[in-house]
């Protein structure tokens, strides 16, 4: 008995994105409780040269977005950086999401080996699919998702573990 | 082509694991170039009612431990929750990558579909193998050994996401 490369991936990132809609509206909701301006929890960062929260979800996006993509061998489509509200932001997880729903086990599956090349930021990466999503995009979206967790829990935003980990 | 339970867990715990003491150390060299107590870091959180750095250390060192062992049906060795050092909290983490490194593939493989009960709080948790690895072990660890950095990053030591992410 084995599993596939799909099981490994879509699912997992439908499901911890799932929960980051679910994490961005507790903030949303905190921020309207309290009478929070909603700008200062998503400007919010945990250091100064940290990313704020708005690109915590961006960059989740784009990693599971991008990374499914390239393992189907496909061109993820673009979304421009430019939400600053709790709504723009599940708005553009919610399309990450849909998208990674029109993806197919037969896209996925045999990409084990596949060679898959990015470049982040100066460094041109070269990965097989299997080590590429265990050891790139699974770790850094759950990265994004947890900073973005973090985030808000340090502004006070009432969150545990299970908005993190989603019901099953 | 498929992939197996082994491929899909133990490697990336280890990795992360081993990710997390490179972090750790550099808190820990931090804490001697600053002349800050080090026992400052270890107890630091990002909110009063979150864990502490230390505490990260260890569930993220209990979930993969204890993870694993559910795959092989092992029982995994109890550590002591009694590190207040870095040093000792590195110890911690390289016995549990010690204890990984003893579990093989025929030990883990085959394990998709087998029933997993776990006590987390007062709830009592059922899991076949499969989603058990994919929506509990993973994103947990990856929640731990995040946070831990980001309580580090947030006291000011200087981590990039090639610390957490690990060279392949």
């Known amino acids: 008995m084995t599993i596939t490369m799909y099981q490994a991936s879509i699912p997992s990132l439908i499901r911890s994105l799932n929960n980051l809609v679910s994490i961005l509206e507790k903030g949303a909701a905190h921020a309207e409780a309290r009478k929070i301006d909603p700008a200062v929890l998503v400007s919010s960062r945990l250091y100064p040269d940290m990313f704020p929260l708005v690109q915590q979800v961006q960059i989740a996006s784009d990693i599971a977005r991008r990374g499914a993509a390239r393992l189907a061998g496909l061109e993820a489509p673009n979304l421009e950086d ?21 993806l197919t086990p037969e896209q996925i599956d045999g990409s084990e080996e596949k060679s898959i090349t990015l470049t982040v930021g ?47």
Chains 1, 2 share one sequence.
């Open 122 to 168: 100066k460094e041109k990466m070269t990965f097989e699919g299997l080590p590429y999503l265990l050891y790139f995009i699974l770790p850094n979206v759950y990265f994004h998702v947890t900073t973005t967790y973090d985030i808000l829990r340090h502004c006070g935003v009432e969150l545990g573990k299970g908005d993190y980990l989603g019901k099953a």
């Open 82 to 102: 430019n939400e600053t509200s709790f709504p723009e932001l599940i708005a553009r997880v919610q399309k990450t999401t849909a998208y990674l729903e029109t």
